[in-house]
């Protein structure tokens, strides 16, 4: 994913901690209900060592 990508250029230490799949929240929305049903968890932590600031 992008965000995370620009998050790592950033200074960013990314990883993924949670994938868990529960009911839709919405089911009778459209689309695919195994996507709209899986919620993944981030911890975001700032790197040891940052890259220099422009």
Known sequence: M???E???V???TC???LTRKFSPMFP???GEESIR???HGWRLMRSKSR???S
């Open 2 to 4: 992008e965000f995370f």
């Open 37 to 39: 049903s899986t919620v």
């Open 10 to 12: 950033r200074g960013w």
């Open 15 to 17: 990883e993924e901690i």
């Open 28 to 30: 009778n929305d459209s």
């Open 51 to 53: 890259p220099p600031t």
């Open 6 to 8: 620009k998050a790592k």
